[in-house]
Nanobody
Framework: QVQLVESGGGLVQAGDSLRLSCAAS????????MSWFRQAPGKEREFVAA???????YYQNSVKGRFTISRDNAKNTVYLQMNSLKTEDTAVYYC?????????????????????WGQGTQVIVSS
């Protein structure tokens, strides 16, 4: 069983930066594809970024060039560095794990394809 715990959210102003962390326990972290999703009030949970088991990265178009996903395998932690934050980035951010290892060829961007989720961390960006 995989447990995920996010941290690092908060209230910031537009243009500021935040770094979210997601600590994983259980299983073999180095083989997982780790993703970040977000859910704004009244909206569906949407894909933000993913770091595939082979270190390939994927981003939603609206965050490309501003957000960076990375991992520290020694700490079993994945990060989301968010720069130049905008008010539209306000949401609860969730990390998710795809534990299929090298069977992942195409990174899943649908929330329904992930079995393991953290509890979420709130990010509020004020103007």
């Amino acid at each position: 069983q995989v447990q995920l715990v996010e941290s690092g959210g908060g209230l910031v102003q537009a243009g500021d930066s935040l770094r979210l962390s997601c600590a994983a326990s259980g299983g073999t972290f180095t083989r997982y594809t780790m993703s970040w999703f977000r859910q704004a009030p009244g909206k569906e949970r949407e894909f933000v970024a993913a770091l595939k088991w082979d270190d390939t990265t994927y981003y939603q178009n609206s965050v490309k060039g501003r957000f960076t996903i990375s991992r520290d395998n020694a700490k079993n932690t994945v990060y989301l560095q968010m720069n130049s934050l905008k008010t539209e980035d306000t949401a609860v951010y969730y990390c998710a794990a795809d534990t299929r290892g090298s069977r992942v060829i195409v990174v899943a961007r649908s929330r329904y394809e992930y079995d393991y989720w953290g509890q979420g961390t709130q990010v509020i960006v004020s103007s």
